[in-house]
């Protein structure tokens, strides 16, 4: 069974304060590895999709990393803006109806982010 | 980025009644999903549903649960007696388009409460 496990579960940083959240994950075999951001009462925002070790990605302030069994979500210089919770997700490699491998993901608890001004 | 819109946002209803939730994206999208995030919770897979058919579902989608694309933009999920416990966001997904081919992409959810 994939497994998704984020830490820590709630951050507090001054404004300003990188920092970086944690994603370890198990799965049988990694089609990709997803971070999205949910705000309050919404819907997870898309960031990332990263598919093989060593790969990154950055946007804003925000970078994504993975290796073969976790992911790191680098936050440089936050905002109060930047407060929100962040989701990591796991998609197994595998067949589903039609040939793809657009399976479900599963998710982490998150972590809650909150920057002080 | 593709939009999907979901109504009701909010849904209240009795222990055993029936409920739809609906979801509708603004262009032809093939694949579709269910998710759900009880309060303080993991966000949960239901049901994934590829050119009319489900391809892949989860333990907790029973016989209670259905989903279904009655006219062929809109996706459903029904739970044909509502308990206690299915009280959560319910969150449908799309795939993305041709230059984000596996991205899922989420609506903003239907809260719904069970009383």
């Known amino acids: 069974e994939d497994q998704v496990t984020q830490s820590p579960e709630a951050l507090r940083l001054q404004e300003g304060e990188s920092s970086s959240l944690n994603c370890s994950y198990t799965?049988?075999?990694?089609?990709?590895l997803f971070w999205y951001r949910q705000d309050p009462g919404k819907g997870p925002e898309f960031l990332f999709t990263?598919?093989?070790a060593g790969e990154e990605k950055e946007k804003e302030r925000l970078k994504a990393t993975l290796t073969k069994k976790e992911s790191f979500l680098h936050i440089t210089a936050p905002k109060p803006e930047d407060s929100a919770t962040y989701l990591c997700?796991?998609?197994?490699?595998?067949?589903?109806?039609?040939?793809?491998?657009?399976?479900?993901?599963?998710f982490g608890q998150g972590t809650i982010l909150t920057v002080h001004p | 980025e593709p939009e999907v819109t979901q109504t009701p946002s909010h849904q209240v209803t009795q222990m055993g009644q029936e409920v739809i939730l609906r979801c509708v994206p603004i262009?032809?999208?093939?694949?579709f999903y269910w998710y759900r995030q009880i309060l303080g919770q993991k966000v949960e897979f239901l049901v994934s549903?590829?050119?009319?058919?489900?391809?892949?579902k989860s333990e907790i989608f029973d016989d209670q649960f259905s989903v279904e694309r009655p006219d062929g933009s809109n996706f459903t999920l029904k739970i044909r007696s509502t308990k206690l416990e299915d009280s959560a966001m319910y969150f449908c997904?799309?795939?993305?388009?041709?230059?984000?081919?596996?991205?899922?992409?989420f609506g903003a959810g239907t809260r719904l409460s069970v009383l």
């Open positions: 262009s032809n999208h093939l694949y």
């Open positions: 997700a796991v998609q197994a490699v595998g067949l589903w109806a039609g040939g793809t491998s657009y399976g479900k993901l599963t």
């Open positions: 997904a799309i795939l993305g388009g041709r230059t984000a081919k596996n991205i899922q992409y």
């Open positions: 799965v049988s075999g990694l089609r990709g």
């Open positions: 990263l598919y093989s």
């Open positions: 549903f590829y050119n009319n058919e489900i391809s892949e």
